[in-house]
């Protein structure tokens, strides 16, 4: 049931209504709020369980006892057990959660699948009573996108929610980090357990549909397997991992300033607050930082004492820098067997909390120049990216059917078809499709604009099967059929020639699933009058 909205001093205070993000990471998992009426997001505070504002340490302790206690998140740090060995401890578990044939190297008496949901039920409960929440979205793996969705969906039945939408990571990250559909890029996450990088190429680019989110539940009905949607997930060109990340930086820190001393939970976060202050780019290279932990062996407080230098040679002498070395050649390696060089990159974007590392981005863009380098905020990127996906929680339908502009082909002196949205795009558009229009014989004085859409009987159609395209075979060209009812002339106010350059026009559809174009001449800059084309349904 829906919470009413809470009365303080005899007068009631509005709820705000919006979208909550969940990005359940490895080490930290992100919580975020936009009101869906605007476009500021907030990383919420939700006590005990955050270490600050939007990040939870993904950890879960479970006591043995009937009903059993739970510790979530931070209140596992400030209990001390984050480090413990007990079984009834998980901590790392998303990576394993639908994982096929990997063995988890830590046996905890919680499975990762029971962790994960006791994360979500808990995050669910601590959302603040002023906050109503209209959608839930939520993040998955690329790789195990369709096993992870129908964990989600299990896991999430019973939240009193209207609406759940799923995004792929990949996706989220560049959205977050500003990337448009279409791009290729690599995705460095350099986590507090794991490096992960992901050569991915985003849904969407002139004429083909935009990634958009999957909805899980929709006006309060469950979808799961009833959905016609189509899945678009970023297509992953080339993927590496290993198993370290920043708090193992940590333990080599604490390890190297101090060898003798045991490895607590003190000695770690102070290691860690240490590296977060030499991360700062206008830090000088020489100046020494001072932090202090409390040495229980000792019954007093210590000092650690590190310089930036230091610490970028500390990386170099554990061999940091080659695992990422091992780790780009063999991504990079398999985007060239799906004919993506580096060269084809638009872009890198590095998130995750060692992003802040100032010797990690200048390597990155050493490695991977000219490629321009991307560092969004690193721990909040993916989460806002979902959010980003979901704007303003307007619900977005999709084409059955694409639409096409027949055009004339200057180099081959013909007419051909053009797609303008191909089936799969979402609606209302988020951004008008432009196109430069040439004349086609001598004097021209209108462009006619026809449209078509498919016949889809018996053309090519490419599924997705587990994430691997499938091409179901038919002729190589689906016919068009052109539709009489939506064709427009436009006067031109000088005579064109053959070739010559005479409108650019934009492409939209609206809220009722109509065509519109709209643009200028370009002779004359003149303004072409907004058309409505008609209905694409």
């Not at 794991?194 to 935009?210: F, N, Y």
């Not at 060269?343 to 890198?348: G, R, Y």
């Not at 016949?455 to 009489?484: H, M």
């Amino acid at each position: 049931m829906e919470k009413e909205n809470t009365i303080t001093n005899n007068s009631y205070i509005p709820r705000e209504k919006g979208t909550l993000a969940i990005d359940l990471g490895n080490s930290t998992t992100v919580v975020a709020f936009q009101n869906e009426n605007n476009s500021q997001i907030q990383l919420l505070n939700l006590a005990p369980l955050c270490r600050e504002p939007g990040q939870i340490p993904s950890i879960v302790w479970s006591s043995t006892e009937c009903p059993p206690y739970k510790a979530i998140g931070n209140e596992v740090v400030q209990l001390g057990l984050e480090e413990s060995q007990e079984a009834n401890i998980i901590s790392d578990f998303k990576r394993w959660i639908c994982a096929p044939n990997q063995p988890i190297i830590k046996n905890p008496s919680i499975s990762p699948e029971k962790a994960g949901e006791i994360l979500i039920h808990e995050i669910w409960k601590k959302i603040p009573h002023q906050l109503e929440v209209k959608r839930l979205v939520l993040t998955a793996p690329v790789e195990t996108y369709r096993k992870y969705r129908c964990w989600l969906f299990e896991v999430c039945k019973d939240l009193q929610v209207s609406e759940i939408a799923l995004v792929d990571e990949p996706t989220a990250a560049a959205m977050g980090a500003g990337l448009a559909p279409g791009s290729k890029l690599l995705v460095v996450d350099i986590g507090g357990s794991t490096i992960d990088m992901s050569l991915v190429e985003l849904q969407g680019g002139e004429g083909k549909a935009e990634p958009v989110a999957q909805l899980l539940r929709f006006g309060g009905h469950d979808l799961a397997e009833k959905s016609n949607q189509i899945l678009r997930c970023a297509k992953v060109l080339g993927k590496a991992g290993q198993r370290i990340g920043g708090r193992d930086i940590d333990r080599w820190i604490a390890n190297h300033l101090s060898p003798n001393t045991p490895i607590t939970e003190s000695l770690l976060n102070s290691a860690e607050r240490l590296k977060c202050k030499l991360s700062e780019p206008e830090l000088k290279e020489t100046k020494i930082l001072v932090e202090k932990f409390n040495n229980s062996s000792k019954s007093n407080s210590q000092e650690l004492r590190l310089c930036k230098q230091d610490l970028e040679q500390l990386l170099k002498d554990r061999g940091f820098l080659k695992s990422l070395e091992t780790l780009l050649k063999h991504t990079l390696a398999s985007g060239i067997s799906n004919s993506c060089a580096l060269t084809d990159i638009d872009k890198i974007v590095l998130v995750g909390g060692g992003a802040r590392i100032p010797l990690i981005k200048k390597w990155l863009k050493d490695q991977c120049a000219p490629v321009p380098l991307l560092t969004p905020p690193p721990i909040e990127t993916v989460a806002v990216g979902a959010l980003n996906l979901t704007p303003g929680v307007t619900v977005r339908d999709v084409l059955q059917k694409g639409v096409s502009l027949r055009c004339w082909d200057q180099k081959n002196k013909i007419h051909m078809w053009h797609p303008l949205f191909i089936a799969g795009q979402p609606w209302p558009t988020t951004k008008p499709l432009e196109i430069i229009l040439a004349a086609s014989k001598v004097n021209q004085q209108e462009i006619e604009l026809k449209i078509g859409e498919p016949d889809f009987e018996g053309a090519n159609e490419v599924i997705y099967i587990d994430g691997i395209p499938t091409i179901k075979e038919g002729p190589q060209k689906p016919t068009i059929r052109e539709s009489f009812n939506r064709n427009i002339s436009i006067l031109l106010s000088n005579p064109a020639q053959p070739g010559e350059d005479c409108l650019k026009l934009q492409f939209s559809i609206n809220n009722d699933c109509e065509l519109n174009v709209a643009g200028n001449e370009l002779k004359s800059s003149e303004e072409i009058q907004p058309r409505n084309l008609g209905s694409i349904r």
